[in-house]
């Protein structure tokens, strides 16, 4: 089975892209018309918002499809509207993979036991059904590609993920360095043994890919790593050779292009998140909204300009 | 505005009860009638599950109203099952509230900036709508009364929610020492300045609670503190003398009464969680499952002598 990793790898190869196009939205983001519309159409309040939303999701996917390869989902944004915005998250998701896009969801899950078994199934895999069921006898809820997890709790949050991984070749993203102002109230404090907190999660990263897939070029087991800390993204590179760094902070939250590829590996190895700047460039050309699809491509076009002369 | 803090306390003094009542289902946990109850209504896949789960819930709620004051629902089992999971969810919440109970979502979120006011607004308060609604003008998708986080990106992740403690009287709570067998992975490690990790975490905890409602007897910023380990919860008590603790590892994950309650408060200031002992009790007692809401309540009534006696 082709793993995770080499999916992402070839998929930046192949579109000479290392963008990784965020869709997070909230409701300001969205062009007037496209709430008419849906409003036109009968929609009301949540049910409103997210019909916006996967119109809107799905006009940048169809628009950028020969450009950037993955697409990151962020949870939050789609659960603040319920069930109908966990639906829009679905199709959105459902939409992209039958694009060609890559799917990582980022929803930073974290739990033990029977109920990291159960956000595994969530994010990335399938949930059992009654057993007298004529039709499938699963149900995946999102089937993402990959998800980005929190790994406070420890390995034991972490193995049903790689269960995923390694039976379906999906990958996950842990948060080893945040892009934050207070990143560092945890991740930065000194431990005994000379590390710091978030090397300390940097090696436990490290070993997990081994246990998932020593020998690969690059591991499923993928690493956050703010790109407005360079200096930390370049060392950490040394501790976790093997990792694919999904890096935010590029873009809106000041991060330079320079700054966001400074964990990567002989200019591999890596993928920058953008979200506001590629979402809101109709905002930030003074229109109205009419062509939201084509700012974002053109926001786009000159990001992966931005990064690739930067490499 | 009556804090969150000042809620719970008065639940569990006046039910003389400090057990937390934990909805958190899996297709197995289920009694059978209950998923044919709801083929026959004629629903099919997630939907059927979601509509057993919820009628597996309103059951055992309406059984221990008079018994129980606090539920916690662990949100990975019904995303599981897509938006009618997440439908069941918001539905279980409000019956819940109807009935009097103060409600937890156990969501463990954590995330920075405008994703953390998403997952703020998507857990305990609500969502911008269309301007031009004539309806209410925000959405609140679960609304619950307090949820639990994950503060390993600092307080960037938390201040939306303690937005929330302050203006709707809501609460939280912080993973500080959770009840997983390899929990320590990161929190047991040892810093330079001679506390571990987890200490470094609930020092923080401790803060952000001065922070939010100094000079109250007990903070609405509560803390998760796992039962395995009794000993770090009575020393994690005095670093956090005004954190409720939320005490899982009770019960299915092998702590006694003894062990739970040792970081209480002169007998306050903690909720002792159980989900499965409470929602598989009619499994345990061997029957078909036509009684499982008092089956649970049997089970209830047991772990209350239990914790009462360990007081």
Redesign the interface.
């Known amino acids: 089975m082709t793993t995770f990793a080499e999916k992402l790898t070839r998929k930046v190869e192949v579109l000479q892209n290392p963008s990784l196009l965020g869709l997070?939205p909230?409701?300001?983001y969205i062009p007037g018309h496209l709430?008419d519309q849906a409003?036109q159409a009968g929609k009301?309040?949540?049910d409103?918002?997210a019909a916006a939303f996967l119109a809107f999701n799905k006009a940048i996917l169809q628009e950028l499809q020969d450009l950037i390869g993955v697409v990151k989902f962020?949870s939050?944004?789609y659960?603040?509207?319920?069930?109908?915005?966990?639906?829009c998250l679905?199709e959105s998701i459902g939409y992209a993979k039958s694009l060609g896009y890559l799917t990582i969801l980022d929803a930073?899950?974290?739990?033990?036991?029977?109920?990291?078994s159960?956000?595994a199934?969530?994010s990335l895999a399938a949930?059992?059904?009654?057993e007298?069921?004529s039709?499938?006898q699963t149900?995946a809820?999102?089937d993402a590609d990959a998800v980005t997890l929190?790994?406070?709790?420890?390995?034991?949050?972490i193995k049903p993920f790689l269960d995923a991984c390694q039976a379906l070749g999906k990958g996950i993203f842990i948060?080893v360095r945040?892009?934050?102002?207070?990143?560092?109230?945890?991740?930065d404090?000194?431990?005994?043994?000379g590390r710091k907190?978030y090397e300390?999660?940097a090696d436990?990263v490290a070993q997990w890919g081994e246990d998932l897939d020593a020998g690969q070029k690059f591991s499923s087991v993928g690493a956050v790593v703010g790109a407005t800390w360079p200096d930390q993204a370049r060392h950490l590179r040394a501790r976790m050779p093997r990792q694919i760094f999904l890096i935010p902070g590029y873009g809106a939250q000041g991060a330079s292009a320079h700054d966001a590829l400074a964990g990567l590996s002989e200019g591999r190895g890596g993928i920058v998140n953008a979200s506001r700047s590629l979402m809101l460039a109709w905002q930030k050309e003074g229109t109205q909204g009419q062509d939201f699809a084509q700012a974002t491509r053109r926001a786009a076009l000159k990001m992966r300009e931005d990064l690739l002369s930067a490499l």
Chains 1, 2 share one sequence.
Do not use: F, H, W
């Open positions: 997070d909230n409701l300001s709430l409003g009301q309040g949540a409103q918002v962020q939050a944004c659960e603040q509207y319920g069930p109908a915005g966990l639906n679905r930073k899950r974290n739990d033990i036991g029977s109920t990291a159960a956000y199934r969530a949930s059992p059904l009654p007298d069921q039709s499938s149900y809820a999102l929190n790994a406070y709790l420890g390995i034991d949050g948060l945040t892009s934050n102002p207070s990143a560092g109230d945890l991740q404090l000194d431990l005994a043994d907190v300390a999660m436990l």
